[in-house]
Structures are given as structure tokens and as C-alpha cells.
């Protein structure tokens, strides 16, 4: 099993930036991706990037490359979000996960075994 914990969620004005974190404990060394995702009010999960935990490959949703960077420090087991030039569209919870079965997809909420709780971001105009 692992467990997940997510921070560094806030109140920022648009065009700021947060750093999401993403501990993870446990049973880490199964672990094949790491993934985030949002969800807004109202509407479905939707994936935002993924990285593969021992080698590093990154995967994002389109339109948010570039404003978004995933990347991961294994010595600390903990997987991060920076979020640049945000929006008020950004605002959501944002959930990461983790797959331990390694599973081909990692863009797909399906392909994870276990969620954190969430970390409310919000972007006011």
C-alpha cells in the first residue's frame, strides 16, 4: 500500500504560480507513475501530468505544457506540480496518485491504485 499527501495548495492571484507536493509512503518502491489530476466544481477528474517514477518520462494533458512542469526527487519519495501563469479555469482540487500496477496508460484515472486527499487551489482574476 501507499499513501498519499498533497500541499501547497493556496489562494493565488491570476498569473501567479504554486508548487503542488506529493508525498508518498509506504510501499514507494512499487510505485510505476505518479500522476496529477484536477477537479473542478461541477465538473469530471481530469488528468493534468504524469511521470514515470524511476525513469523520469513525463507525460501532460495538452495546452498545459509549458505552464506546467511535473518532476519528482525519489530520495524523498514526493512528486511536484509547478504551476506557472495560472488562471481562474485552474482553480480545482488537485488529486495525485499513484500506479504501483503498471499500467500503460498513465493519463487515465483508471490506471491508479491510490489518491491523496486533495489540495484546493483556487485563482482569483
Known amino acids: 500500500q501507499v499513501q498519499l499527501a498533497e500541499s501547497g495548495g493556496g489562494l493565488v492571484q491570476a498569473g501567479g504560480s504554486l508548487r503542488l507536493s506529493c508525498a508518498a509512503s509506504?510501499?514507494?518502491?512499487?510505485?510505476?507513475?505518479m500522476g496529477w489530476f484536477r477537479q473542478a466544481p461541477g465538473k469530471e477528474r481530469e488528468f493534468e501530468a504524469a511521470?514515470?517514477?524511476?525513469?523520469?518520462?513525463?507525460y501532460y494533458k495538452d495546452g498545459v505544457k509549458g505552464r506546467f512542469t511535473i518532476s519528482r526527487d525519489n530520495a524523498k519519495n514526493t512528486v511536484y506540480l509547478q504551476m506557472n501563469s495560472l488562471k481562474p479555469e485552474d482553480t480545482a482540487i488537485y488529486y495525485c496518485?499513484?500506479?504501483?500496477?503498471?499500467?500503460?496508460?498513465?493519463?487515465?484515472?483508471?490506471?491508479?491504485?491510490?489518491w491523496g486527499q486533495g489540495t484546493q487551489v483556487t485563482v482569483s482574476s
Open positions: 496518485a499513484a500506479d504501483l500496477s503498471r499500467r500503460p496508460l498513465p493519463g487515465w484515472d483508471r490506471s491508479y491504485d491510490y
Open positions: 511521470i514515470s517514477w524511476s525513469a523520469g518520462n513525463t
Open positions: 509506504g510501499d514507494t518502491s512499487k510505485i510505476y507513475h
